[in-house]
């Protein structure tokens, strides 16, 4: 056997849920060697490369494959995660207000800055990320608060293209923050996360904006870590709201 798949990985699975899903609604997959390409955190949705049979053999091949995610960043947050399941560590609601409330503002701000997120650029690795250090990933030197200087690599953006910007208010982007981690299993640090939401949205009629973008890029390209720089040089926190990836290499549709 030899075989790809195309999975759509739901929000709040993780890869490896999701394949095991695929696997026991297809009896024929139940003892067949199986891995995917390509890693997607909790809250990314959308394609999956899976290899089965002797496929898994080629991964690297399809490791190296260029991406292509629509994304969403909300501006006014950052978090250690870089996305809505992290610890809020810095925020500006009160500072910066004509930057954050007016969509004419930001969007010159966001126009000027795109340039330095396309093509060929140097991009830290978030801290919570599976690589290495030391033998250790990343998020675990995170999680246990230790220092450590998190490597640089470099990425190709080939494409970054924004749409516009929309509100939202701080109520529901509350319940948006609610609905949505609830769905992430295992150890996600959801309780404590939660809690430092609703402790930091106790602000009432706020509303923050959100810029939508679409990206095409090489491997290994972290959109969240876009997020979050492109907040930077702006001057506001930023973070990835909602990430969806759309095509991997010649792929953009779910099937066999």
Known sequence: MKKILILNKKEGETPLEALEGFRKKN???KDAKMTYAGKLDPLVSGLLLILAGDAVKEKEKYL?????YEFSVLFGFTTDTYDILGKVTHYDIINNVIMLES??????AIKKNLKFFTGKFI???????????AGKPLFSYARAGKKVESPEHEVNVKSLKFFGIKTISTKKFLENIERRIVKVKG?????KILKIWRKNLNVKHRVFNIASFKIKCGSGTYVRAIANDLGKCI??????LTIKRTKIGKWSKMGQ
């Not at 991009?123 to 250090?133: H, L």
């Open 27 to 29: 009896k024929k997959y």
């Open 123 to 133: 991009q830290k690795y978030p801290m919570y990320s599976s690589k290495t250090v």
């Open 103 to 108: 969509k004419e503002t930001l969007e010159k």
């Open 187 to 191: 150890d996600f640090r959801q309780k």
């Open 64 to 68: 190296r494959l260029s991406k292509e």
């Open 235 to 240: 001057g506001i926190p930023a973070l990835a």
